[in-house]
């Protein structure tokens, strides 16, 4: 009704621009006119265009919209034209199809205008990054109740005072802390999915105790190939900070192992496994074999990613590596193509009263796992290592040693490709200091750190799983991978960046003193192993030494050990792994 008023309009205008005041000559027209108003309303049925949700038209509809006009017109003129039935100018005709598309596209625009007026009594929002992703979050936020957008800001000089969909660039991100209260501003949103560590200290160091809420997208690899969405969006966390690393992974290399195999992945429930299974979930595997001891965590990435990929078939098993018999059922029923083993202990202090079940688990649970995977064919076994195992100072780091030297040294008539990936700690693992110091900082400090001196690597799970897989994609036998970690980062400087982040920068520190086993600083490298580069500048391969014991002699050491420290020889215990570590040593002398 609205449209057909409009066209009348449309019309009388168009005869009142043609005619002047000369009332008799537009009569004679008139009729000519509602033929045009006739063709052209039937033509909108006809064309879909009441069909159109308007509040959320793109470009697209409206040039709908113009295509349902110029038919109406079109058929007009023939219609005219052979039936003589009525007269209508050119310039009438013409004057009118324009003129209505003008003002129908005016009341839609109009319309789409009204409804943003009204969303703007919610949050007041500022976008940081005037790209595609900020334009992607500006239409959505447009469509939604979610906020206001009040201003863009954005480094690039050729952006800077520029209006990108009625929103101007008010500004550098140095100039964000200026516009906080001059715009009034409750929320400010990251729009920059690749944005690095760096950028993003930067931006909070702008906001921090200014009482803006700061969010950004998760990184460009947890989003792989598609755009980020306004349910992406996240508040920003320790490890955006810290731990963030931009990182772009070979897509259709992972796609071409993983698509249509069988995954196991042991673990699933802990911080490193139930991200392997996120991100293994994203290449269409066949299956999905959610492999752990704690019933409560496999249920929880269960429940998680049976309603991200319904189709996905996953398979949730409560079981321990180290069940020899039932880790055999597990492979004959489910025949997994691709192994990625994170089950283990890795709490340094603990383990360091806990030999036993360090070795039982972690390495024992590990060799385990790669005879399984020999046995029945596995095409892929991943092994996830760490930065402890270099020059073992722990139980622990000392249990993963052996596994990662048990592994390379399984005979080359098992065709798995077995592929050791080390690296080191990473942010927001379940149990990781950072809980403590979240606590810590909720009950109001102190914040106690074992000395000043320790340092750390860090990264964020979702990148260094991503690598993980990547690393899956270029083994070829008995390999070994080391991740970029970047440089190592004080504890005291993480733990203070997260008070910062929690709104208390002036918490109080207390140093205990290291614990048994810790390390001031950690080493992702021996001094004999030499690093090689692969097609991803984060992972290199590492060319290692061959020693002179079997896997067959490793595993029967392990075993001899664990059976000293059951009796009460935790020394000798000690003493006998370490003979697998010397032969290392004396295999490198010798060569």
């Not at 009204?118 to 936020?141: C, F, M, P, T, Y």
């Not at 400010?188 to 999915?193: M, S, Y």
């Not at 000395?451 to 260094?464: F, H, Q, V």
């Not at 060319?543 to 075993?559: A, F, G, H, M």
């Amino acid at each position: 009704m609205i449209d057909t008023a409009l066209l009348f309009l449309s019309g009388a205008v168009a005869l009142f621009v043609r005619f002047g005041f000369d009332f008799a000559e537009m009569r004679k027209y008139a009729s000519g006119v509602l033929l045009l108003i006739l063709f052209t309303s039937l033509s909108n049925l006809l064309n879909g265009t009441y069909q159109i949700v308007w509040r959320y038209a793109q470009p697209v509809e409206f040039l709908k919209l113009l295509r349902g006009l110029f038919i109406g017109y079109a058929s007009t003129v023939l219609f005219i034209h052979f039936t003589r039935i009525a007269v209508l100018p050119r310039s009438v005709g013409m004057l009118t199809f324009l003129g209505g598309y003008f003002l129908l596209f005016s009341a839609r625009t109009t319309y789409q205008f009204l409804l943003s007026i009204r969303k703007a009594s919610g949050k007041r929002i500022a976008i940081v990054g005037a790209g595609d992703a900020g334009v992607i979050l500006l239409n959505e936020i447009k469509r939604t109740s979610y906020g206001h957008v009040l201003a863009f800001f954005d480094d690039d000089p050729s952006k800077l005072h520029k209006t990108i969909a009625n929103v101007k660039v008010v500004g550098t991100i140095e100039q964000i802390d200026k516009f906080i209260d001059k715009l009034e501003l409750d929320e400010i949103l990251i729009a920059i999915p690749s944005a690095s560590k760096e950028l993003i200290a930067r931006i909070s160091d702008k906001v921090v105790g200014k009482g803006v809420t700061l969010k950004t997208f998760p990184p460009i690899s947890q989003l792989l190939d598609r755009e980020p969405t306004i349910e992406d969006l996240r508040e920003i966390s320790i490890q955006d900070i810290i731990g963030r690393e931009p990182v772009t992974v070979d897509l259709r290399s992972i796609s071409g192992y993983i698509s249509g195999k069988t995954v196991l992945v042991t673990g699933a429930g802990g911080s490193i496994g139930s991200e392997i299974a996120r991100q293994v979930s994203n290449f269409s595997p066949k299956g999905l074999i959610l492999l752990g001891r704690g019933e409560n965590s496999i249920y929880e990435i269960y429940n998680e990613l049976k309603e991200k990929a319904q189709n996905l078939d996953l398979i949730p098993v409560i079981a321990d590596v180290t069940d020899e018999k039932l880790m055999d059922q597990v492979f004959s029923n489910h025949k997994p193509d691709i192994v990625f083993h994170s089950a283990a202990h890795k709490h340094v202090f603990f383990m360091q009263t806990n030999l036993y079940e360090a070795l039982r688990v972690n390495t024992l649970g590990t060799i385990n796992l790669a005879k399984l995977a020999c046995i029945h064919n596995v095409e892929r076994f991943v092994f996830i290592s760490t930065d402890k195992a270099v020059h073992p100072t722990s139980y622990m780091g000392l249990s993963k040693r052996i596994a990662e030297l048990y592994l390379l040294t399984i005979p080359k008539t098992c065709t798995t490709r077995i592929s050791i990936v080390r690296f080191g700690n990473v942010i927001g693992s379940r149990g990781s200091v950072l809980w403590k110091f979240k606590k810590q900082i909720e009950k109001g400090g102190p914040l106690t750190i074992t000395d000043p001196r320790m340092k750390r690597y860090w990264m964020s799970i979702p990148e260094a799983v991503s690598l993980v897989i990547q690393s899956g994609a270029f083994s070829n036998s008995r390999e070994l991978y080391v991740l970029d970690m970047g440089e190592q980062i004080p504890v005291e400087k993480v733990a203070k960046t997260l008070a910062k982040l929690m709104g208390k920068p002036d918490i109080p520190v207390v140093y205990t003193g290291a614990v048994p086993g810790e390390k001031f600083e950690e080493e992702l490298f021996y001094e004999f192993e030499i690093p090689e580069p692969t097609d991803h500048p984060k992972i290199s391969r590492v060319r290692y030494t061959e020693i002179s014991l079997t896997s067959d002699q490793i595993e029967t050491i392990v075993k001899q050990a664990m059976e000293l420290f059951v009796i009460g020889k935790e020394k000798e215990a000690v003493e006998l792994l370490k003979t697998i570590l010397d032969a290392v040593v004396q295999s490198e002398q010798q060569k």
